[in-house]
Antibody
């Protein structure tokens, strides 16, 4: 059974940093592209970032809204994908989902507020 | 970036009715489209991939159609468990944009 379990959300002040983690199980992690998607009442569902495979030199792609502030990474030995988020803004508030087509985790909530 | 325009934003329907939700892409996405259902408090679940293919375990009352820039999700004979929100998402290159969603409510 494929499982994706996110962690690391919480409350952070504007301008602060947070790192989200996602541990995967039930499949060969190193064979799959991994993504982060977020959801907020204001913006709905928003794709955030993608990281590809070692054979793709771990190529990454980002939504324009997070480019330069967020960094996606992976550790295939730990079946984990991460999202380092810096210079956080109120509009980054939302539920962050780790996804591996077609599976989604349950999400972790980030609140950016003073 | 490709924009996805989904309509309607909300629908109030009765059990047994048939509904159609549409997504229009701002450019040709060559059927690289998925439909998701989301229940309150849960993560989205895949219904349809590659525009017309039902995901495993999805009832046959759901169907996807379309090509080019126009796509539709049809639900025949709506059941009570079908109420919730529906989203389209394209996969024709990043950013993988979502539609704005359709909230399906009981009349």
């Amino acid at each position: 059974e494929v499982k994706l379990e996110e962690s690391g959300g919480g409350l952070v002040q504007p301008g602060g940093s947070m790192k989200l983690s996602c541990v995967a199980s039930g499949f060969t992690f190193s064979n799959y592209w991994m993504n982060w998607v977020r959801q907020s009442p204001e913006k709905g569902l928003e794709w955030v970032a993608e990281i590809r495979l070692k054979s793709n030199n771990y190529a990454t792609h980002y939504a324009e809204s997070v480019k330069g502030r967020f960094t996606i990474s992976r550790d295939d030995s730990k079946s984990s994908v991460y999202l380092q988020m810096n210079n956080l803004r109120a509009e980054d508030t939302g539920i962050y989902y780790c996804t591996r087509d077609p599976y989604w985790g349950q999400g972790t909530t980030l609140t950016v507020s003073s | 970036d490709i924009q996805m325009t989904q309509s309607p934003a909300s629908l109030s329907v009765s059990v047994g009715e048939t509904v159609t939700i549409t997504c229009r892409a701002s450019e040709n996405i060559y059927s690289n489209l998925a439909w998701y259902q989301q229940k309150q408090g849960k993560s989205p679940q895949l219904l349809v991939y590659a525009a017309t293919n039902l995901a495993d375990g999805v009832p046959s009352r759901f169907s996807g159609s379309g090509s080019g820039t126009q796509y539709s999700l049809k639900i025949n004979s709506l059941q009570s468990e079908d109420f919730g929100s529906y989203y389209c998402q394209h996969f024709w290159g990043t950013p993988y944009t979502f539609g704005g969603g359709t909230k399906l409510e009981i009349k």
